[in-house]
């Protein structure tokens, strides 16, 4: 068993745990987020992207207790109390999801990917950098507009702030 | 159209809690002193089972039972069936094997379940489940439907000899023949339909809850079609009669058709619940779904195409060897049957079919209805036709299509179907348009000039979607009717909720079926609620499935949305004292035409609840219940094309553009209806392209189980898409709609396949073109 103690959407949690637990299993299970999703068992579909430590990580490709210590961030905690993150208001706006199944874990690797490219995105680059994040629903075409958007909002905002 | 009526892009409803993570999909539901389940699966794809050994796995920590078949025939629970029967061409029924939930005495695929294992934790249940020893005596398995008929194939079920399921004819054998007598040219092909897994993105899953007090089960379950599910489960495996049995289909992550069968787990967790005393929870993994979700296509078809001396079709052949699997799944019987064969006229004018279809067990995945379920297959049969006879023959594709379209409705086409309405011309004149057909031979010779095979495809396609008129599926065997059901409630305070039977797994119900009642009632639509996927809320339903829930199941919201008006007129006219012919419904009031008099929806709502001042003799209350049992199949259609760049050097496809032009019907938001194009465009993709489920012919393993084995579209696979409509309304319904949701991956797949062949000069390649099989054709040609 392992003991582990971490920060997740701001709030300390930790709890002991079966050292094979992953993070996602101790995010759905034990802190009780099911927002995060398992969608295959190969690290391929991306559904259990979360934020560890500012960076996007498949939450299945790791354990809790490598987490332990880490500051993470889930879908359930990025946004700012009632006020939508602009990921997530792009992808409403855009239609960027139909069953929702695969959508949290797109909204933070897009949030990851956006970051990462401050200066904006094209549509080629989206498109390969979703490479590790599947969806059989909506056929990419709206989730890649609704990063575009989002990503225009973003740096607009971030040079406006400036 | 209001901003929130009928035709509006009104933002989905729904989003909201998809996007902050606060969906909630069965793996998400906990009950106090739940356990968790993990199923013993054979590991062969056809053996005998010699004896299982539980009582190791039982002295596992944290073990609460593991259970077997024969326990589970003691307890009587039924097999699993085939709810659609077809009588083979001599008159006898098909021939259906037993499948048991749990296996008792052999197993016939790689997956089938054999034993379930209940545990505190899912890793409990997991390890526990490998300790279960069954002793197996392997027997020889057959996975490819042609050779499962040959004399000397391993024999699956004892009901089906030589594994014929059904040998079903349709059309009009003499005719046809006398048509190819007299052909002037005749165009041949061999095709085999990729063998596809729907892949939703949420894995399938279970809970299964008994309450010993009330003796009442309830089942929350990854289902399109809950009131299905428990008329199945109450009718055929004993679970439960119905009044005891609740099936709640919460959010689901997407079905695609996977999600419309029984499946052995739900049955399993149910009795398990009531054998332990727990509620037990089953959660899938991909390989689990992999190997025992319905997968979808796998057909074997010669096809022949008759034309006379001026290029029209005068006669059509089709012989079709269906894959069926193991064992016969709900529907698995209608799909090459009445969604595949009725629909191989096509969009076009053919006096003479004769269709042959045989069913065929084999020792892999059950098969059954995924996304278009059949019309992809007819489809495909029928522009490869279209496409290898104008290269034949030295036409133009588009205009020996334009030549035989039909053009005149209601049209009656030798296999049942009574097309109502459509302009096919319009949607191949749209397409061409889009994609400036015109101007491809430039863009092949630059490409040419790069060392590129540019190469540009057709599909003019149709479906029959709706379904469909109760009467006439239950004249073709179908076991249910496949009307839909409604209520609306008007509350007190005048917000309105509307109970559906249609069921909404990522195709947008909540905001959609809302926008129907704004355009009525003129209410703004957060005052609108859609309930759905609950068999304690919602009366009955069939669910969704096969593009039905606008054409059948808004048909059955607008009928109770007529009996809500016109009581509703009664009682405002009472109460303006007006006539109630004169009263209308608008901008959330009940008005007196052509006055200021008028009387807010809210305040009517009221009314007819405090029943203060109603009408003599009328009941108090504003709520109406519909059902809807449609008249007539829709028939969606349209034109895709496809423009690829081949590398000959890698046989690498990149789809440079793809154009969609399709005759929806009415359309109530259009944002919804080109994210189903999409989402089905990139299915087709795949199917053409990418996607393929291999099993070993000699083991009879699944090669292509995981996601680094089985090649899911991924956003850099695709382009993005250039999708219109251009409609014709659907006569036989009132909102005059036909349905979105399979159209992309019906169309697209022969469009892509009728490019890279007019790229590399052979049309000698399977699906999926693989850049393997891309270049080895150019080379062989």
Known sequence: MSEVSMVVNGRQVGGVVEDRTLLVHYLREHVGLTGTHVGCDTSQCGACVVHVDGKAVKSCTMLAAQASGSNIVTIEGLANGAELHPVQAAFKEHHGLQCGFCTPGMIMAATDMIARHPDGLDEATVRAELEGNICRCTGYHNIVKAILAASAAMSAGGRKAA | ?781
């Not at chain 2, 159209?1 to 999909?25: H, L, S």
């Not at chain 2, 289902?223 to 099936?247: D, G, T």
């Not at chain 2, 109460?575 to 419904?585: M, N, P, Q, S």
């Open chain 2, 1 to 781: 159209m209001g901003i929130e009526g009928i035709g509006a892009r009104v933002a989905r409803k729904e989003d909201k809690r998809f996007i902050t993570g606060a969906g909630r999909y069965v793996d998400d539901f906990v009950l106090p002193g739940m356990k968790h389940a993990a199923f013993v699966r054979s590991p062969h794809a056809h053996a005998d089972i010699a004896g299982i050994d539980v009582e190791a796995a039982k002295a596992m920590p944290g073990v609460v039972g593991v259970l077997t078949g024969r326990e589970l025939k003691t307890d009587g629970i039924g097999n699993l069936i085939c709810g659609w029967m077809i009588h083979s061409k001599d008159g006898t029924p098909m021939k259906m094997g037993a499948w048991s939930p749990l296996a008792v005495d052999r197993v016939r695929y790689v997956g089938d379940a054999v034993a379930i294992v209940v545990a505190d934790t899912k890793g409990q249940a997991r390890d526990a489940a490998e300790a279960v020893e069954v002793s197996y005596r392997e027997l020889p398995a057959v996975t490819d439907a042609v050779k499962a008929l040959e004399p000397g194939a391993p024999q699956l079920h004892p009901e089906a000899d030589n594994n014929l399921i059904f040998d079903w004819d349709i059309g009009n054998a003499d005719e046809t023949a006398a048509a190819f007598a007299r052909a002037a040219h005749v165009v041949k092909i061999d095709i085999t339909n990729n063998r596809l897994v729907p892949n939703a993105m949420e894995p399938r899953a279970a809970l299964g809850h008994y309450d010993k007090a009330e003796d009442h089960y309830t089942c929350w379950t990854t289902s399109q079609n809950p009131h299905v599910a428990r008329l199945v489960m109450s009718a055929f495996y004993n679970i439960a009669p119905e009044n005891k049995l609740r099936v709640i289909a919460p959010d689901v992550g997407g079905g695609f058709g996977s999600k419309i069968f029984i499946y052995p787990e739900e049955i399993v967790c149910l009795w398990a619940s009531k054998k332990t005393g727990v509620p037990v929870k089953w959660v899938g993994d991909r390989t689990e779904s992999f190997l025992t979700d319905a997968h979808g296509r796998d057909h074997a078809t010669h096809a022949e195409m008759a034309f006379d001396g001026d290029h029209r079709v005068i006669g059509l052949k089709v012989e079709t060897k269906a894959n069926f699997g193991a064992y016969m799944s709900l529907f698995s019987s209608s799909v090459p049957t009445y969604l595949y064969a009725t629909l191989l006229s096509g969009q076009y004018n053919i006096p003479a079919i004769h269709a042959n279809v045989k069913a065929i067990y084999t020792n892999t995945a059950p098969v059954d209805a995924y996304r278009g379920a059949g019309r992809p297959e007819a489809t495909f049969v029928m522009e490869r036709l279209m496409e290898t006879a104008a290269r034949q023959l030295g036409v133009s594709p588009a205009e020996l299509r334009r030549k035989n379209f039909i053009t005149e409705f209601p049209h009656q086409t030798p296999v049942i179907m009574c097309y109502d309405a459509g302009d096919y011309a319009a949607s191949l004149d749209a397409a061409m348009k889009a994609a400036d057909y015109q101007g491809f031979p430039q863009r092949r010779e630059e490409a040419k000039r790069r060392g590129k095979l540019r190469g540009i495809g057709l599909s003019c396609y149709i479906e029959a979607c709706g379904i469909a008129p109760s009467a006439a599926v239950g004249s073709l065997g179908a076991g249910v009717g496949l009307w839909e059901s409604a209520e609306v409630r008007v509350n007190a305070v005048g917000t309105i909720e509307v109970l559906t039977g249609s069921h909404s797994h990522g195709q947008g119900h909540e905001t959609s079926f809302a926008q129907l009642v704004t355009e009525r009632f003129g209410v703004p639509i957060d005052s609108v609620s859609i309930v759905h996927g609950d068999t304690d809320k919602v009366q009955m339903g069939m669910g969704t499935y096969g593009s039905r829930s606008g054409a059948v199941g808004m048909s059955a919201i607008v009928k109770a949305l007529d009996k809500v008006e016109a009581k509703a007129k009664k009682i405002a006219a009472h109460l303006l004292e007006a006539d109630e012919g004169d009263i209308v419904i608008e901008e959330g009031a009940c008005k007196v035409a052509g006055t200021d008099k008028s009387v807010p929806w809210f305040q009517l709502a009221l009314a007819a609840y405090t029943a203060h001042n109603l009408p003599g003799g009328m009941e108090p209350g504003l709520k109406e219940t519909a059902f809807y049992d449609p008249s007539n199949f829709t028939f969606p259609a349209g034109c895709y094309v496809c423009e690829v760049e081949v590398d000959p050097e890698t046989g690498v496809t990149k789809i440079v553009q793809f154009v969609a032009a399709d005759d929806f019907g009415n359309i109530i938001n259009p944002m919804i209806v080109e994210g189903q194009v999409h989402g089905g465009i990139a299915q087709g993709v795949g199917q053409a392209l990418l996607e393929g489920a291999h099993y070993d012919p000699d083991s009879g393993q699944l090669l292509t189980a995981s996601y680094m084995d089985y090649t899911m579209p991924r956003a850099d696979d695709l382009p993005s898409f250039q999708v219109s409509t251009s409609n014709t309304p659907c006569p036989g319904n009132p909102l005059g709609m036909k349905g979105c949701g399979e159209a992309g991956a019906i169309g697209s797949p022969p469009a892509v396949i009728n490019a890279i062949t007019d790229a590399i000069g052979t049309d000698e390649l399977t699906m999926p073109a693989t850049p393997q099989k891309v270049w080895a054709a150019i080379r062989k040609h």
